[in-house]
C-alpha cells in the first residue's frame, strides 16, 4: 500500500451541499469523516438517524460519513455495510478500530492535540480533506505494501505457486520487503489478503524451462514455492541479486516488525530453527489463531521483541518459553507484571542489576547517568569503573575512583571541583566542556595516556605546562575561556589540534609552530592576535598544518609572509582582521589551498597569483574594497565564490566558466553593472546572486524608511543547503512585514515548502482574526497539515516574525510578534543588548518538553534525541512522531521602541556557534544589513560549524528618525512663502492611493450600489471646486505618517468614505489603450464604487532629493460654501504624499478621471508611463486577494521638475502671502471652467 497522500484533496469541497453545511453549522459537535476503501453505494435509508452518508462519482473508493462525536465506529460500519473501521496515522501502520470507539471524536482530540482550541475552528479543520495524510479511515484493511522504506523491489508478474505443473500461471504482485517475499493479487492487494514468505535461509533459483523466472523457497520440508516470471533478463538477475543477499542471512532471525500485524503467519511456525523474532510495531493480538499465546511453539526461541504493540496486559504464555534470554516489552501500557515472570528472571543471563547501594557491587564496569537532575555524585567506591557518562546534569562536585578510569564525559554542568583518586593512570579521554572549573586539576596533568582534554566553555585564566608537555596528548580544547597567554614550548610534542577561540590571547608562543610539528588544526579565532609566530627556524619548514582559523583578530600585513612557512595549508580564514593588501609572491605558495576566507577586511584587490592555486574550491571575500574581479574562473576546482558587498564595477570572464562552478554571488556591489552576455554565460550557474534593480513604488519606499533586511547562506562542508528564509519588507501591501527562517536538518524539501506558503497561510489568518497568539498558532498549525505527504517523515524547524501596526490601536508604534518551533531563534537588539524573542524546543533546553515526552512513553536515546531520530519536541512535519513531535509553536509579542536597532534570525548552527551577546555586539554598528548576516555566517564557520548555515539581519528604524510628520520639526511653507530655495520642482499628479503609504482602497463586495451612495454623501459634498498651482495656502489638516496617525478626533479618522470612479474614454468599462473589456468591470455603462479607507498617508520619491528644502504645493480646495474636504500635494526630501481630490456623489466625466505615472503588472515589470491611465484597469490588474486591497504605485516623472527663475521668485512669494486674494479669484469662476481648465493637472478625482 502506498504511503497515504492526498489524492482525492482537490474538489473534495464540493461534496457538501448547502442543507449538509447548515447541519453543520448548527452544532460544534457535529461532523465528516472521510471513509477510503469503501466500495461505490448510495446513501441507504436505514442508515441510523445519526449517520449520513454522501458519495461523488468522481471517486469510488471514497465516502464522505456526516456524523457527531458520539457516533460510535460500530454505527458507521452498519450504515456502510462494513464489518469494521481501520485507522491509518501519518501514512503509517494501520490497525482496526474498536467498535466503541468514535472516529469524528478521535479526529477532534487530534486536532485539539496539535494546538487547535477555538471548537468552531476545529470543525472546520475537520471537514478539511487534506488531514487525510495525517489521520485517515478506511472501510476495509489496506494491503501494507509500500508504506516502508524497507521495500526492495516491487512489480506486477505472472506468478505460479507450487512445484508441480498443475498449477496456472497468474497475473500477481509481488514485493520483496525485507526478508520476506509479498505476493498477492492485483484486485485484493488493497484489502490486505497477501502471502508472506520468508526467504532467510530459503532458496532463489532459476528456472531453465521457462525463460526470465526465478523460484522462492522458504526454509523447511514443508514450505511452499512460488515461481515469478519476469518480462526482462535485467529485470530477473536485478530480484536474484537482491532476493539472494536475503536468503543468505542467518536463519535464526526473522524481522516483521512495522507489518500491522494481528497475528503471526501460520508458515512461519514450521520454521523452528528461528531464534530471535521482531514483531515492533504491530498490533498483536492475545487469544488470535497466531497470536502471541502461540509463540511458546517456537523451541528455539531466544530474543522476542514485541515492543509498541500497546498490548495493555502481559502475554502470560511467555513465560512457558523456556530458552527466551532476551524480551522487549517496552511501551505497550503495562500496569503490572505477573509474578510467573519470575521464571524468565532464573533463566536470563542478566547484565544490569538496580539495587540501592552501589558500594555492593564491584563489577560495574560502565555507568551512564545522562540527563538527570543530579547536583553530586560520589562513585569513588566503584573501584572497576572505566567509563562514565554524566552529562546535562547539574553536577557541582564529581568523585570518582581512577584505578581503571579509561573515559570521563561529565559536559554541561556546574562542576567547580571534580576528584579522582588515585592518578588515572589508564585514562586517555575527558570531556569537561560547558562547566565552571576556574583550573585544570592536577591529577590531569599527571595522566600518562591521556590523548583527548576538552576544558572549552569554563573560567581558566591559564593552561598548565605540563598539559602542553604531554607526551600522549593529541587533542587540546581549550575555548571560550579567560587564557591571557600559553606557556613556552622548548620541547617538541605530538599535538594535532589545539582549539584556542575566544580567549584574551595578543601572541602565540615562538615556538610553537616549530616545537608542534604534528599540528594540523588551530583554531584561535576571537582572540587579539596582533602578530604570528614564525612556522621555522630553518630553509625549510617541517610544518603540517592544515587548517588555520584566524578571524576577528587584529591581524595585519605583517602576518602574510608567516603563512608562506605552511606549505600544507588547505584552509585558511583571516575574516575581519586588518589586512588592506595580500602579496602576490606570498598567495602564490598556497598551492594547496582549497578554502580561502579574506572577508570583512579593507582588501582592495585579489592577487592574479590566486590562479596558481589549483586545488581551490571556496573564495569568500564579501565585505571589502575589491574592485577588480579576481582571475578565479580558471581554476579548474572552483565551486563557491562570494565577492558580495564590494565595489566591482565590471567582470572578465572567459568565453567558459569552469564546470564546477556552483554558486556566484555578487550581491551588494551597487555600482556594478552585467552585460547581457555576461549574463547568458552566468546563467549555467546553478546559483548565481545578482542585485535586482529595485522598482521603488509607495509600498516599498514607506517600508523601506522602517526597515530592510540582509539574507546569508552558506552549506559547509554539505552538499545542499537545508536552509530557507522568507522576508517580505512590504506584507499584506501596506506598512508591516514578515520575516521567516526555515532549518529543515538534512532535508531541503520541507523549508522551500514552507518559504512558498507560509506568508499565505499568515495572510489568510490574519483576516480572520486580529489576536496575536490566535492568527500566530493557526498559521503553523495550517502550514503543518499543508506540508501533506512530505510531512509524514520529514520535519522542520520554523521561526515567523511579523511586524504590523496594532488595529486596536491606530495611534500605537509598530508590534513584532514572534513564533517559533524547533531551534531556529529570533535576537532584537535593544538599546545595544540582545532581547531573544524565541524558545529552543529541545529535550535539552526545555525540561517542560522532556518531562511531556516522557510521560508520553516516548524513547529518548543516548545522544539525547526522541526516539533517536530529532532532538527538538516541537517542529513542523514529522508526523509520524505524534504525539511526542506536535507543531504547536511559542508566541512573544512586543511593542517596537526609538532603542529597538537590529532583529537577527539565525538557525541552529549559527546560534551554536555565536552567543546572543556576540551576534548583536558584531553587527550592530555594520550598516548594510546584507554585510551583517554575512559577517554572522562567516563566524560561525570560523568558529568550527560546518553545517549550513542561515543569517538573517533586519535593520529597524522604527523610531522618531524615521517619522515625516510635519509636527516633527520638518520646516514647512509658512505665510512668508518658500524657504530660500531657488529651485522648486513640480508637484507630482495625483495618483492612486497606496495600502503601504496609509491608503488603501478595497472593493465593497458586501455593499450594494445604493448603499455605497448613500455613505458618500455622509463624507462629501455635491459641490467642488479646485485651485490651481498659484493658488494661496489655506489651512489643512497636519501632514502626518504612520508612526503617528491623525488623533481620534482629528478630521483624518481613518473614516470610510467612499467614491465612484469612471471610465476615463468610454462609458462600458474598455480600456484605452486597447478597447478590451476590463476584467472586473461592468460593460454596461455602471460605475464601480470604490471603498477608500482614508488615513495619513507616507511614501518616498523615487529619485533621491538634496538635502536642501525642496517642494512644491498643490492645494485642492473647495467652494467657501461647500464645507467639503481638501487636500494638498507636498514634496519634501524625497518623501511624497499621494493628493486626494474631494468625493462627491456623481463624478462628471472629464478626459481623464483616473492618472498614474507607471503600472506595476503581476509578473513584476512596470509599463511605460502614459498621461492617462484608467484606475480601474490597475485595479483589476491588482492581486486577487481576500484582502481586496490594491497597490498602484506611485512614480514621479523625472522630467516633472519646475525651475522658478530669479526674477520670478519674489513675485510668486507675494501670492503666497496673499491666500485671501487668491481664493477669491478661484472662487469667482465657474466649477465647469475651472474642472476644465485643471484637467491637465488633476486627473484623480476622489
Given at each position: 500500500?502506498?504511503?497515504?497522500g492526498?489524492?482525492?484533496?482537490?474538489h473534495?469541497?464540493?461534496?457538501?451541499?448547502?442543507?449538509?453545511?447548515?447541519?453543520?453549522?448548527e452544532?460544534?459537535?457535529?461532523?465528516?469523516?472521510?471513509?477510503?476503501?469503501a466500495?461505490?453505494?448510495?446513501?441507504?435509508?436505514?442508515?441510523?438517524?445519526?449517520v449520513?452518508?454522501?458519495?461523488t462519482?468522481?471517486?469510488?473508493?471514497l465516502?464522505?460519513v456526516?456524523?457527531?462525536?458520539?457516533?460510535p465506529?460500530?454505527?458507521?460500519?452498519?450504515?456502510?455495510?462494513?464489518?469494521?473501521?481501520?485507522?491509518?496515522?501519518h501514512?503509517?501502520?494501520?490497525?482496526?478500530?474498536?467498535?466503541?470507539?468514535?472516529?469524528l471524536?478521535?479526529?477532534?482530540?487530534?486536532?485539539?492535540?496539535l494546538?487547535?482550541?477555538?471548537?468552531?475552528?476545529?470543525?472546520?479543520?475537520?471537514?478539511n480533506?487534506?488531514?487525510?495524510?495525517?489521520?485517515?479511515?478506511?472501510?476495509?484493511?489496506?494491503?501494507?505494501?509500500?508504506?516502508?522504506?524497507?521495500?526492495?523491489?516491487?512489480?506486477?508478474?505472472?506468478?505460479?505457486?507450487g512445484?508441480?505443473?498443475?498449477?496456472?500461471?497468474?497475473?500477481?504482485?509481488?514485493v520483496?520487503c525485507?526478508?520476506?517475499?509479498?505476493?498477492s493479487?492485483?484486485k485484493?492487494c488493497?484489502t490486505?489478503k497477501?502471502?508472506?514468505?520468508?526467504?532467510?535461509?530459503?532458496?532463489?533459483?532459476?528456472?531453465?524451462?521457462?525463460?526470465?523466472?526465478?523460484?522462492?523457497s522458504?526454509?523447511?520440508?514443508?514450505?511452499p514455492?512460488?515461481?515469478?516470471?519476469?518480462e526482462?533478463?535485467a529485470?530477473c538477475?536485478?530480484?536474484y541479486?537482491?532476493?539472494?543477499?536475503?536468503v543468505?542471512?542467518?536463519?535464526?532471525?526473522v524481522?516483521?516488525?512495522?507489518?500491522?500485524l494481528?497475528?503471526v503467519?501460520?508458515?512461519?511456525?514450521?520454521?523452528?530453527?528461528?531464534?530471535?523474532?521482531?514483531?515492533?510495531?504491530?498490533?498483536?493480538?492475545?487469544?488470535?489463531?497466531?497470536?502471541?499465546?502461540?509463540?511458546?511453539r517456537?523451541s528455539?526461541?531466544?530474543?522476542?521483541?514485541?515492543?509498541?504493540?500497546?498490548l495493555?496486559?502481559?502475554?502470560?504464555l511467555?513465560?512457558e518459553?523456556?530458552?527466551?534470554?532476551e524480551?522487549?516489552l517496552s511501551?505497550?501500557?503495562?500496569h503490572?507484571?505477573?509474578?510467573?515472570?519470575g521464571?524468565l528472571?532464573?533463566?536470563?543471563?542478566?547484565?544490569?542489576?538496580v539495587?540501592?547501594?552501589?558500594?555492593?557491587?564491584?563489577?560495574?564496569?560502565?555507568?551512564?547517568?545522562?540527563?538527570?537532575q543530579?547536583?553530586?555524585?560520589?562513585?569513588?567506591?566503584?573501584g572497576?569503573l572505566?567509563?562514565?557518562?554524566?552529562?546535562?546534569?547539574?553536577?557541582?562536585?564529581?568523585?570518582?575512583?581512577?584505578f581503571?578510569?579509561?573515559?570521563?564525559?561529565?559536559n554541561?554542568?556546574?562542576l567547580t571541583?571534580?576528584?579522582?583518586?588515585?592518578?588515572?593512570?589508564?585514562?586517555t579521554?575527558?570531556?569537561?566542556?560547558?562547566?565552571?572549573?576556574e583550573y585544570v586539576?592536577?591529577?590531569?596533568?599527571?595522566?600518562?595516556?591521556i590523548?583527548v582534554?576538552?576544558?572549552?566553555?569554563?573560567?581558566?585564566?591559564?593552561?598548565?605546562?605540563r598539559?602542553?608537555?604531554?607526551l600522549?596528548?593529541?587533542?587540546?580544547?581549550?575555548?571560550?575561556?579567560?587564557?591571557?597567554?600559553l606557556?613556552?614550548?622548548?620541547?617538541?610534542i605530538?599535538?594535532e589540534?589545539?582549539?584556542?577561540?575566544?580567549n584574551?590571547?595578543?601572541?602565540l608562543?615562538?615556538?610553537?609552530?616549530?616545537k608542534?610539528?604534528n599540528?594540523?588544526?588551530?583554531?584561535a579565532?576571537a582572540?587579539?592576535?596582533?602578530s604570528?609566530?614564525?612556522?621555522?627556524?630553518?630553509?625549510?619548514?617541517?610544518?603540517?598544518?592544515?587548517?588555520l582559523?584566524?578571524?576577528?583578530?587584529?591581524?595585519?600585513?605583517?602576518?602574510?609572509?608567516?603563512?608562506?612557512?605552511?606549505?600544507?595549508?588547505?584552509?585558511?580564514?583571516?575574516?575581519?582582521?586588518?589586512?588592506?593588501?595580500?602579496?602576490?609572491?606570498?598567495?602564490?605558495k598556497?598551492e594547496?589551498?582549497?578554502?580561502?576566507n579574506?572577508?570583512?577586511?579593507?582588501l582592495k584587490?585579489i592577487?592574479?597569483?590566486?590562479?596558481?592555486?589549483?586545488?581551490?574550491?571556496?573564495?569568500?571575500?564579501?565585505?571589502n574594497?575589491?574592485?577588480?574581479?579576481p582571475e578565479?574562473?580558471?581554476?579548474?576546482h572552483?565551486?563557491?565564490?562570494?565577492?558580495?558587498?564590494?565595489?566591482?564595477?565590471?567582470i572578465?570572464?572567459?568565453?567558459a566558466?569552469?564546470?564546477?562552478l556552483q554558486?556566484?554571488?555578487?550581491?551588494?556591489?551597487?555600482n556594478?553593472?552585467?552585460?547581457?552576455?555576461?549574463?547568458?554565460i552566468?546563467s549555467?550557474?546553478?546559483?548565481l546572486?545578482i542585485?535586482?534593480?529595485?522598482?521603488?513604488?509607495?509600498d516599498?519606499?514607506?517600508?523601506?524608511?522602517?526597515?530592510?533586511?540582509?539574507?546569508?547562506?552558506?552549506?559547509?562542508q554539505r552538499?545542499?543547503?537545508?536552509?530557507?528564509?522568507l522576508?517580505?519588507?512590504?506584507?499584506?501591501?501596506g506598512?508591516?512585514a514578515?520575516?521567516?527562517?526555515f532549518?529543515?536538518?538534512?532535508?531541503?524539501?520541507?523549508?522551500?515548502l514552507?518559504q512558498?506558503?507560509m506568508a499565505?497561510v499568515?495572510?489568510e489568518e490574519?483576516?480572520?482574526?486580529?489576536?496575536d497568539?490566535?492568527f500566530?498558532?493557526?498559521?503553523?498549525?495550517?502550514?503543518?497539515?499543508?506540508?501533506?505527504?512530505?510531512?509524514?517523515?520529514?520535519?522542520?524547524?520554523?521561526?515567523?516574525?511579523?511586524?504590523r501596526?496594532?488595529?486596536a490601536?491606530?495611534?500605537?508604534?509598530?508590534?513584532l510578534?514572534?513564533?517559533?518551533?524547533g531551534t531556529?531563534?529570533?535576537?532584537?537588539?535593544?538599546?545595544?543588548?540582545?532581547?531573544?524573542l524565541?524558545?529552543?524546543f529541545?529535550?535539552e533546553?526545555?525540561?517542560?518538553e522532556?518531562?511531556?515526552?516522557?510521560?508520553q512513553?516516548a524513547i529518548?536515546?543516548?545522544?539525547?534525541?526522541v526516539?533517536?531520530?530529532?532532538c527538538?519536541?516541537?517542529?513542523l512535519g514529522?508526523?509520524y512522531l505524534?504525539p511526542w513531535?506536535?507543531?504547536?509553536?511559542?508566541?512573544?509579542?512586543l511593542?517596537?521602541?526609538?532603542?529597538?536597532e537590529?532583529?537577527?534570525?539565525?538557525?541552529k548552527?549559527?546560534?551554536?556557534?555565536?552567543s546572543?551577546?556576540?551576534?548583536?555586539t558584531?553587527?550592530?554598528?555594520?550598516h548594510?544589513?546584507?554585510a551583517?548576516?554575512k559577517k554572522l555566517?562567516?563566524?560561525a564557520?570560523?568558529?568550527?560549524?560546518?553545517d549550513?548555515v542561515g543569517?538573517?539581519?533586519i535593520?529597524?528604524?522604527?523610531?522618531?528618525?524615521?517619522?515625516?510628520?510635519?509636527?516633527?520639526g520638518?520646516?514647512?511653507?509658512?505665510?512668508?512663502?518658500?524657504?530660500?530655495?531657488?529651485?522648486?520642482?513640480?508637484?507630482?499628479?495625483?495618483?492612486?492611493?497606496s495600502?503601504?503609504?496609509?491608503?488603501?482602497?478595497?472593493?465593497?463586495?458586501?455593499?450594494?450600489?445604493?448603499?455605497?451612495?448613500?455613505?458618500?454623501?455622509?463624507?462629501?459634498?455635491?459641490?467642488h471646486?479646485?485651485t490651481?498651482?498659484d493658488?494661496?495656502?489655506?489651512?489643512?489638516p497636519?501632514?502626518?505618517?504612520?508612526?503617528?496617525?491623525m488623533?481620534t478626533?482629528?478630521i483624518?479618522?481613518r473614516?470610510p468614505?467612499?467614491?465612484?470612479?469612471?471610465?476615463?474614454q468610454?462609458d462600458n468599462?474598455?480600456?484605452?489603450?486597447?478597447?478590451?473589456?476590463?476584467e472586473?468591470?461592468?460593460?454596461n455603462g455602471s460605475?464601480?464604487?470604490?471603498e477608500?479607507?482614508?488615513?495619513?498617508?507616507?511614501?518616498?520619491?523615487?529619485?533621491?532629493?538634496?538635502?536642501?528644502?525642496?517642494?512644491?504645493?498643490?492645494?485642492?480646495?473647495?467652494?467657501?460654501?461647500?464645507?467639503?474636504l481638501?487636500?494638498?500635494f507636498?514634496?519634501?526630501?524625497?518623501?511624497?504624499c499621494?493628493?486626494?481630490?474631494?468625493?462627491?456623489r456623481?463624478?462628471?466625466?472629464?478626459p481623464s478621471?483616473?492618472?498614474?505615472?507607471?503600472?506595476?503588472?503581476?509578473?513584476?515589470s512596470?509599463?511605460?508611463l502614459?498621461?492617462?491611465?484608467n484606475?480601474i484597469?490597475?485595479?483589476?490588474?491588482?492581486?486577487?486577494?481576500?484582502?481586496?486591497?490594491?497597490?498602484?504605485?506611485?512614480?514621479?516623472?523625472?522630467e516633472?521638475?519646475?525651475v522658478i527663475?530669479?526674477?520670478?521668485?519674489e513675485e510668486v512669494?507675494e501670492?503666497?502671502?496673499?491666500p485671501?486674494?487668491?481664493?477669491?479669484t478661484a472662487?469667482s469662476?465657474?466649477w465647469?471652467?475651472?474642472?476644465?481648465?485643471r484637467?491637465?493637472?488633476?486627473?484623480t478625482?476622489?
Open positions: 500500500m502506498k504511503r497515504s492526498s489524492r482525492h484533496c482537490l473534495r469541497r464540493s461534496r457538501f451541499s448547502s442543507r449538509e453545511r447548515d447541519w453543520l453549522k452544532d460544534v459537535k457535529r461532523g465528516c469523516v472521510y471513509l477510503y476503501g466500495e461505490t453505494a448510495t446513501a441507504t435509508a436505514t442508515a441510523p438517524a445519526s449520513a452518508s454522501t458519495v462519482s468522481s471517486s469510488s473508493d465516502h464522505l456526516l456524523c457527531t462525536v458520539e457516533t465506529a460500530s454505527e458507521i460500519c452498519a450504515g456502510q455495510g462494513k464489518e469494521s473501521l481501520y485507522l491509518q496515522l501514512g503509517d501502520l494501520v490497525r482496526r478500530l474498536d467498535p466503541t470507539e468514535r472516529p471524536h478521535m479526529v477532534y482530540e487530534y486536532l485539539a492535540s494546538g487547535f482550541e477555538d471548537p468552531v475552528r476545529i470543525q472546520e479543520e475537520a471537514t480533506p487534506d488531514l487525510s495524510c495525517m489521520i485517515r479511515f478506511y472501510g476495509e484493511k489496506p494491503c501494507q505494501m509500500d508504506h516502508l522504506d524497507r521495500i526492495l523491489l516491487s512489480g506486477i508478474y505472472n506468478v505460479r505457486k512445484k508441480t505443473q498443475l498449477h496456472k500461471w497468474a497475473e500477481r504482485l509481488v520483496l525485507g526478508t520476506c517475499l509479498i505476493v493479487s492485483v485484493d488493497q490486505g497477501m502471502h508472506i514468505l520468508p526467504l532467510v535461509g530459503g532458496k532463489v533459483e532459476e528456472l531453465k524451462r521457462r525463460q526470465h523466472s526465478l523460484a522462492f522458504s526454509a523447511g520440508a514443508q514450505a514455492t512460488y515461481h515469478v516470471c519476469f526482462s533478463l529485470e538477475q536485478r530480484w541479486r537482491q532476493a539472494s543477499k536475503v543468505s542471512q542467518r536463519m535464526s532471525t524481522d516483521l516488525s512495522c507489518y500491522s494481528e497475528e503467519p501460520e508458515h512461519l511456525f514450521y520454521s523452528q530453527d528461528i531464534t530471535y523474532l521482531n514483531l515492533r510495531h504491530n498490533f498483536m493480538q492475545l487469544e488470535r489463531p497466531g497470536g502471541l499465546d502461540c509463540l511458546y517456537f528455539q526461541l531466544k530474543g522476542l521483541n514485541l515492543s509498541h504493540n500497546k495493555g496486559l502481559f502475554p502470560i511467555l513465560c518459553i523456556s530458552t527466551l534470554t524480551l522487549n511501551c505497550n501500557g503495562f503490572e507484571l505477573p509474578g510467573q515472570i521464571s528472571l532464573k533463566l536470563n543471563n542478566l547484565k544490569r542489576t539495587i540501592d547501594n552501589l558500594e555492593g557491587n564491584k563489577r560495574v564496569t560502565h555507568v551512564d547517568l545522562r540527563d538527570n543530579l547536583t553530586d555524585l560520589d562513585l569513588s567506591s566503584l572497576n572505566q567509563q562514565l557518562h554524566c552529562e546535562r546534569n547539574q553536577l557541582r562536585d564529581l568523585t570518582l575512583s581512577g581503571t578510569l579509561r573515559a570521563l564525559c561529565a554541561s554542568n556546574r571541583t571534580v576528584n579522582v583518586y588515585p592518578v588515572p593512570s589508564l585514562l579521554s575527558l570531556e569537561l566542556s560547558r562547566n565552571q572549573l586539576p592536577d591529577w590531569v596533568c599527571e595522566s600518562k595516556k590523548e582534554l576538552d576544558m572549552s566553555y569554563n573560567l581558566l585564566t591559564e593552561v598548565p605546562i598539559i602542553l608537555r604531554s600522549s596528548l593529541r587533542k587540546l580544547m581549550v575555548g571560550h575561556n579567560h587564557v591571557q597567554s606557556p613556552v614550548l622548548l620541547e617538541h605530538p599535538l589540534v589545539l582549539d584556542l577561540q575566544h584574551l590571547l595578543t601572541r608562543p615562538d615556538t610553537l609552530f616549530s608542534a610539528l599540528l594540523r588544526y588551530l583554531n579565532s582572540n587579539n592576535l596582533e604570528l609566530p614564525s612556522a621555522c627556524t630553518g630553509e625549510e619548514s617541517l610544518s603540517m598544518l592544515q587548517l582559523y584566524l578571524t576577528s583578530n587584529q591581524l595585519t600585513d605583517q602576518c602574510i609572509p608567516v603563512l608562506v612557512g605552511h606549505p600544507h595549508l588547505r584552509i585558511l580564514h583571516l575574516a575581519d582582521n586588518q589586512l588592506q593588501t595580500f602579496p602576490a609572491s606570498k598567495l602564490n598556497l594547496q589551498l582549497e578554502e580561502l579574506l572577508s570583512g577586511n579593507k584587490t592577487p592574479t597569483t590566486i590562479a596558481n592555486c589549483k586545488q581551490l574550491h571556496t573564495l569568500v571575500a564579501h565585505s574594497n575589491i574592485s577588480i574581479f578565479i574562473l580558471h581554476l579548474p572552483i565551486q563557491f565564490v562570494d565577492l558580495s558587498c564590494n565595489d566591482l564595477t565590471e572578465l570572464i572567459p568565453e566558466l569552469p564546470p564546477t554558486d556566484l554571488d555578487l550581491t551588494g556591489n551597487t556594478l553593472v552585467l552585460e547581457h552576455k555576461t549574463l547568458e552566468f549555467h550557474i546553478t546559483t546572486k542585485d535586482q534593480k529595485p522598482l521603488l513604488t509607495a516599498s519606499a514607506g517600508a523601506s524608511t522602517f526597515w530592510s533586511h540582509g539574507l546569508a547562506e552558506m552549506a559547509g552538499n545542499k543547503l537545508c536552509v530557507s528564509a522576508a517580505v519588507d512590504n506584507f499584506a501591501e506598512v508591516e514578515v520575516y521567516g527562517m532549518d529543515g536538518d538534512r532535508n531541503e524539501e520541507l523549508p522551500r514552507l512558498c506558503t499565505d499568515l495572510l490574519v483576516q480572520q482574526s486580529a489576536i497568539t490566535v500566530m498558532a493557526n498559521t503553523f498549525l495550517v502550514s503543518h497539515r499543508k506540508l501533506g505527504m512530505a510531512g509524514q517523515k520529514l520535519g522542520s524547524s520554523a521561526l515567523l516574525c511579523y511586524v501596526h496594532d488595529t490601536d491606530p495611534t500605537s508604534s509598530f508590534t510578534t514572534v513564533a517559533n518551533v531556529c531563534q529570533a535576537v532584537l537588539c535593544r538599546n545595544g543588548q540582545p532581547l531573544p524565541s524558545r529552543v529541545s529535550l533546553h526545555c525540561p517542560e522532556l518531562q511531556r515526552v516522557k510521560e512513553k529518548v536515546t543516548e545522544d539525547n534525541k526516539n533517536g531520530v530529532t527538538c519536541t516541537r517542529m514529522c508526523t505524534y513531535i506536535l507543531p504547536k509553536p511559542h508566541i512573544y509579542s511593542p517596537l521602541t526609538v532603542q529597538d537590529l532583529l537577527i534570525l539565525g538557525n548552527a549559527l546560534w551554536e556557534r555565536l546572543y551577546l556576540e551576534a548583536v558584531a553587527v550592530r554598528h555594520v548594510d544589513p546584507l551583517a548576516a555566517c562567516t563566524l564557520q570560523s568558529y568550527g560549524c560546518q549550513n543569517a538573517m539581519v535593520c529597524l528604524n522604527v523610531g522618531e528618525d524615521g517619522c515625516t510628520c510635519e509636527a516633527n520638518l520646516n514647512l511653507p509658512g505665510p512668508g512663502g518658500f524657504a530660500s530655495a531657488t529651485t522648486v520642482k513640480d508637484a507630482p499628479k495625483p495618483t492612486t492611493p495600502s503601504s503609504s496609509g491608503i488603501a482602497s478595497e472593493f465593497s463586495s458586501e455593499m450594494s450600489t445604493s448603499e455605497v451612495s448613500s455613505e458618500v454623501g455622509s463624507t462629501a459634498s455635491d459641490e471646486s479646485a490651481g498651482l493658488a494661496s495656502l489655506v489651512p489643512r497636519e501632514r502626518r505618517c504612520s508612526l503617528h496617525p488623533p478626533l482629528g483624518f479618522q473614516q468614505s467612499c467614491a465612484t470612479f469612471s471610465s476615463n468610454s468599462g474598455l480600456d484605452s489603450d486597447d478597447d478590451q473589456p476590463v472586473g468591470v461592468i460593460t460605475k464601480v464604487e470604490v477608500v479607507d482614508i488615513h495619513c498617508c507616507r511614501g518616498k520619491g523615487l529619485e533621491a532629493s538634496p538635502p536642501a528644502l525642496e517642494e512644491t504645493s498643490l492645494i485642492v480646495g473647495p467652494e467657501e460654501d461647500s464645507g467639503g481638501f487636500f494638498r507636498r514634496r519634501q526630501n524625497s518623501v511624497s499621494a493628493a486626494l481630490l474631494p468625493v462627491s456623481e463624478l462628471q466625466k472629464s478621471a483616473s492618472c498614474l505615472y507607471g503600472k506595476k503588472l503581476s509578473n513584476g512596470v509599463v511605460p502614459e498621461d492617462s491611465l484606475l484597469e490597475v485595479a483589476t490588474e491588482a492581486p486577487k486577494k481576500k484582502t481586496g486591497y490594491f497597490c498602484a504605485p506611485a512614480q514621479l516623472e523625472p516633472d521638475q519646475l527663475p530669479r526674477d520670478l521668485e512669494k501670492q503666497l502671502k496673499h485671501q486674494d487668491a481664493r477669491g472662487d469662476e465657474p465647469g471652467e475651472t474642472q476644465a481648465d484637467s491637465e493637472e488633476l486627473d478625482a476622489l
